[in-house]
Nanobody
Framework: QVQLVESGGGLVQTGGSLKLSCVAP????????MSWYRQAPGKERELVAY???????DYRSAVKGRFTISRDRAKNSVYLQMNNLMPEDTAIYYC?????????WGQGIQVTVSS
């Protein structure tokens, strides 16, 4: 079964950093916009950042200047470097790939920021 595999979540104090990783099948990675979403308890899932195959990047305003998305073609991976984390960043983070053919989701990974 085709899937995205995430890693790197955990518990961190306010102001700390975490780096999330997501590995995709090569045939998916090369054709897809790769994104990170998050869902906090009681809230809807929201887009955090995305990077297209052409390299275009965008972030939601709440994370601009703190989070960085990047892709590694050699490893078929997308990363989310999260710095200066705040309690409101606490959520389950999901990796997403989207192409003209299909959309895939990772299983989700917990990020908890303590105050």
């Amino acid at each position: 079964q085709v899937q995205l595999v995430e890693s790197g979540g955990g518990l961190v104090q306010t102001g700390g950093s975490l780096k999330l990783s997501c590995v995709a099948p090569p045939e998916v990675f090369m054709l897809s916009t790769m994104s990170w979403y998050r869902q906090a308890p009681g809230k809807e899932r929201e887009l955090v950042a995305y990077q297209t195959t052409g390299g275009s990047i965008d972030y939601r305003s709440a994370v601009k200047g703190r989070f960085t998305i990047s892709r590694d073609r050699a490893k078929n991976s997308v990363y989310l470097q999260m710095n200066n984390l705040m309690p409101e960043d606490t959520a389950i983070y999901y990796c997403n790939s989207r192409s003209s053919a299909e959309e895939l989701w990772g299983q989700g990974i917990q990020v908890t920021v303590s105050s």
